[in-house]
């Protein structure tokens, strides 16, 4: 059974950094892209990175290019997202998936991806 674990939310003030850390087990971690999505109370589960198997391409929402940066370490089963430059509209609950398959984009829908972690907070401050 697969398992994703996020960790690394908390609480932050504007302009400053955390870094998320997303732990997989469960099935081949290499053979498959992954993703970060966010939720914030109210509103629709939205994309904010993704990236293939090997790491080599990314992909990034609109709101968060150039101040957040996706990554994995597949030795580890771990991806990353180092998100940087923090505003308060960056508040949201943030999850990770798992595609089944190996490559992914910018525009895949949340039902691309078939496991979920349960979710981490992560609160800008003003």
């Known amino acids: 059974q697969v398992q994703l674990v996020e960790s690394g939310g908390g609480l932050v003030q504007a302009g400053g950094s955390l870094r998320l850390s997303c732990a997989a087990s469960?099935?081949?971690?290499?053979?498959?892209?992954m993703g970060w999505f966010r939720q914030a109370p109210g509103k629709e589960r939205d994309f904010v990175a993704a990236?293939?198997?090997?790491?080599?391409?990314?992909y990034y929402g609109d709101s968060v290019k150039g101040r957040f940066t996706i990554s994995r370490d597949n030795a580890k089963n771990t991806m990353y997202l180092q998100m940087d430059s923090l505003r308060p509209e960056d508040t949201a609950v943030y999850y990770c998936a798992q595609r089944p398959v190996a490559y992914t984009g910018s525009d895949v829908p949340v039902n691309g991806y078939d496991y979920w972690g349960q979710g981490t907070q992560v609160t800008v401050s003003s």
């Open positions: 990236i293939s198997w090997s790491g080599r391409s990314t």
């Open positions: 469960g099935r081949t971690f290499s053979n498959y892209a």
